[in-house]
């Protein structure tokens, strides 16, 4: 039996280590995995609303831990407090959005075709809605140690969907996963539902025994490309294949307009500075690439991002590794044939890594300039015509995000044929605006085509709840047996009917019936 | 450059063939899969009345074409032109059902999020909908020459998507598959939709072509789990993973409680026995295996079965391969230890195989039984008591469908446990009836965990075309720039607008605007 390793909470500023406890053997990973397997019925037994006060019980309890939360953070990342008591109000915020989500109903697509004749014969009964995957494994992002990690939307909209979850805690920021554990746990156990509903477990080799297990049903992850195919390899080795739900790399081009150059090139180049830089520019939505027009006022806002750019301090990075990997792929970048240094951040610090923002020309557009380099860094982009800036659309990866900053003396023929290009490369487009800070809402959307995910669902907003339920159709049911929100009569949740989308019955409408 | 064969039609019931033209070429791939690329933003233009129109006029090309196409299939496939009469005219309801999808217009997923402050401070508007995805490959089955291939389930929903489509046309039909595809071609040009909207390719090397090719953006498939297994390699070959919905094996159980075998024996061995020879035995909802109680009234059920195969005539299987696989297959469950020979139709024609019963006990219940053998056999398990029906369930591989026939004298309490039991085994639960016939609607679902399928999705019914979609959002975008269906004071489609749900405004309602 291999020895097994000490999880260490690192402070990131300090570099002082704290053992949080022992990597999760096999052999817990399985225990941990049935117990979700045992918990299933339970928590799907618990129903809507009990899901709903699980949900947020969890969000309650995440608010009275808040400020152990947040130092815990802090001190694994070095984001910083304030950064946190945004991120932690965002995952509560989360966390009752799906409680409504659940009370709302819609999310089950429950559908009732009575019996009836057609043209193909006589139809029968037919109900059908959306029900449980069963147990699904959670990978912890690097970047957002509360909203996409232990207590994030994966795990939210899972538990909401009635799956029991196993986190993969990020290696990164152990203790704070220990910390937003707890809370879930005990939520758990007051909100009635079994405890093996959720979990966490620590190491890389415990996030492969979670996948290759034959009672996890489905995968959320957020990371890199190659933290995926990793994952996605061990998935096709599976005698059953398991639906994967990958959050991975995303360029996030932006496109200025001549117009947007021209009357508002200050206020664009904070905008767009600001938001590569945030959070040290380890978002999935940084914008990594921003074409900008040739002449006078494309001149006036590359200059104005250069001076914000070297007047930023520099930054400490998540962890060594992203340290390293984007001091190796920025220089790669800077050195690379055509593209030119346009500013860099100061100081000296060898704990810490400069801002730094790149040119090139459409013209060249060298490859590397078009791949995600995950950290503070973004390169400028020249285009002469409408022609070399819809090649250059044309030749970026697909992202989770595409930015238009457009002005008012543009020809709108021009922003819709830029607006109809980004939509095939990317899953959400912003005007004028910063693709950083993906609202939690209902119309949100965030995911994209490959490499940005590979999936067809958001892993941000309401819907990503689709990822964790799979159909059920119940033919010529007893009513007994069916569930609650398919029964005959039953007012819970908007349904179809015969076709016929239907919304629930107004509170306070007098249906004539006996009550 | 290798030689290309000519694809041939077989008479099923002479053998005699005919050329049908040559193997589709890597080249001749290549190029209509440009095609289809190049079409798609004509195919999305069309919208959903244009593109409704369009499967209308596919329906009507159907039926203009009835006659020929029920003798091509009959010919190819020798299952009689009473099934094809049926089976077109189920193709043709499908796709016109389609058509009212696009019409009615829920399938969108539009949802409207007004600029507003939250919890979260300010959030921008957002809209969402969902968009195409781009050129599918589709790959027609053996078993279903028209609902199931090219005119069928999965080129409907992805042409009503605002997906091109090219079909692979199964080996085992293809002048069938040609007339279908040219009364396809002539409603994509009639409908005014580009031309590459849809094309027709042969052989098995153009199938690996186009799963393989760089603008086809998803697959559906249905097929066997080997057949499934060769393209997913191909597709995780590939620099982006694109996904693949697979309808595949299935075992389809069927439960007969004590009630059911005391109260209808005859009607219930009559229904059973006719849903697992009909088609030859050749559905993908075949019950394969019979949970039938011990006992005397088990034992008179069991006899009717026995009764009902022995009288049945041999038939003509699909294709030499389907007819030798299961000559192979269903000899080696017959001389599995624990399983005898029930029941045996009889003839002696070499090219036909005779309808099997065989048996077994859930005591025993020996691994090959429960695996799908496709063609006209099926195992009855019998069954000593509640626990172990509900063992052997639980030993059960996941199936598209399981079925209970219940007696009035039966504990609702046992219904309801083998109900939920199944639930876990299954994508459709079907009382007191058969599984075979699927019926095209609203609240249909024909899915299920693997081995059934690989996806969280239907290939038939209204919601299959959520496969050929996927999420799109706009933030602060003009409204030039959304689509009409996102438009403000747009009542086009349903639409969630803030969180809330909301009905198209009924034809008449007086709004109280100015008109």
């Known amino acids: ?17 704290e053992p949080v406890g022992p990597e999760t053997t096999t052999e817990e990973v399985d225990r941990l995995v049935r117990a979700a397997l045992d918990a299933a019925p339970g928590l799907a037994a618990l129903g809507r609303a009990g899901r709903a006060a699980l949900l947020r019980a969890c969000a309650d309890g995440l608010e009275d831990a808040r400020a152990e939360i947040v130092r815990a953070a802090d001190r694994e990342t070095a984001l910083g407090t ?15 959005l799906f409680a409504e989500v659940l009370e709302e109903g819609s999310y089950l697509e429950a559908a009732v075709d009575h019996a009836a004749t057609t043209p193909m014969g006589p139809r029968p009964d037919l109900r059908r809605m959306l029900v449980p995957l069963g147990p699904v494994a959670v990978f912890g992002a690097s970047n957002f140690p509360l909203a996409f990690s232990v207590p994030g939307g994966d795990t939210a909209s899972a538990l909401a969907a009635g799956c029991p979850v196993v986190v993969k805690a990020h290696g990164s920021h152990p203790a704070t996963s220990e910390l937003c554990a707890a809370v879930i746990a005990r939520a758990v156990r007051d909100s009635g539902a079994p405890a093996g509903s959720f979990a966490l477990v620590h190491g890389l080799r415990a996030g492969a025994d979670l996948v290759a297990h034959p009672a996890v049903r489905a995968v959320g992850f957020t990371g890199s490309v190659r933290g995926a195919q990793a994952l996605m390899d061990i998935i096709n080795r599976r005698p059953d294949p398991i639906p994967f739900f990958g959050e991975l790399a995303s360029l996030n081009p932006v496109v200025v307009t001549l117009g947007a150059a021209a009357e508002r090139a200050a206020a664009v180049a904070e905008q767009v500075v600001g938001s590569f830089t945030l959070g040290a520019g380890q978002f999935c939505t940084k914008p990594g690439l921003v074409l900008v027009p040739s002449g006078d006022d494309g001149d006036a806002l590359v200059a104005a991002m250069a001076d914000a750019v ?5 930054v400490v990075l998540l962890n060594d590794g992203i340290q390293e990997s984007f001091s190796r792929g920025s220089e790669a970048l800077a050195a690379t044939d055509g593209v030119e240094v346009l500013a860099r951040a100061g100081g000296t610090d060898p704990a810490r890594v400069a801002p730094l923002l790149l040119g090139t020309t459409a013209g060249s557009l060298p490859p ?26 044309d030749r970026m990866p697909s992202s989770l995000t595409a930015t238009v900053h457009r002005g008012a003396a543009d020809d709108p023929g021009l922003v819709a044929q830029v607006a109809d290009r980004l939509q095939g490369h990317a899953g959400r487009i912003v005007f004028d605006d910063v693709p950083t800070g993906v609202a939690v809402s209902w119309a949100q959307h965030h995911g994209g085509p490959w490499p940005s995910t590979n999936s067809q669902h958001t892993s941000v907003g309401t819907t990503a709840i689709r990822r964790f339920l799979r159909p059920f159709a119940w033919q010529g049911a007893p009513q007994e047996v069916l569930p609650p929100e398919l029964r005959d009569d039953e007012d819970l949740v908007p349904r179809r009917v015969d076709g016929v989308l239907r919304l629930r019955t107004p509170l306070g409408t007098d249906l004539g019936e006996d009550s």
Not at 1 to 17: A, E, F, I, K, L
Not at 82 to 95: I, S
């Open 1 to 17: 039996m291999d020895s097994v390793d000490t999880v260490q909470s690192t402070d990131r500023r300090t570099g002082s280590t």
């Open 82 to 96: 304030v950064r946190f008591e945004g991120e932690l109000t965002r995952t509560t915020f989360q966390l009752r």
């Open 310 to 314: 070297a007047a930023r301090e520099p």
């Open 368 to 393: 590397p300039v078009t791949e995600e380099c995950f950290g503070p860094v973004s390169v400028v982009v020249r285009y002469d015509s409408r022609d070399q800036l819809l090649d250059a659309i």
